[in-house]
């Protein structure tokens, strides 16, 4: 592997910074939506997400978009997309500049 865990897991971290609801002018990172990001000696990624609400409509098309955009980082041969409601997502996961955004103080 050419790259460092640590930094494949900070390019995946860039990359999900660009996946959105398209209902939420934050990305899903700073929603925090993320719950862990791993990566294997061979290259496997493996993200645990969350939605804001389990009936989100658009579920299916989030998930593809982070598989995709973990894909497109160097080192990834592999991406294991989980999406879980365990715990339940809450306000108090979004970091502070997204609570900034959306008016949560």
């Not at 592997?1 to 609801?21: N, P, W």
């Not at 593809?64 to 996961?93: C, H, R």
């Amino acid at each position: 592997m050419a790259a460092s865990k640590d930094q494949i897991i900070q390019d995946i971290i860039e990359m999900l910074k660009e996946v959105y609801d398209p209902e939420i002018p934050v990305n899903i990172y700073d929603l925090g939506l993320i719950y862990s990001i791993d990566v294997e000696d061979n290259g496997t990624a493996s993200v645990v997400m969350t939605l804001t609400a389990p009936g989100c409509p658009v579920a299916d098309m989030i998930v593809q978009n982070v598989y995709e955009n973990v894909m497109s980082v160097e080192g990834v041969n592999e991406a294991n997309i989980e999406l879980t409601f365990e715990p339940p997502w809450d306000k108090s996961m979004m970091s502070e500049e997204a609570r900034l955004e959306l008016g949560f103080f």
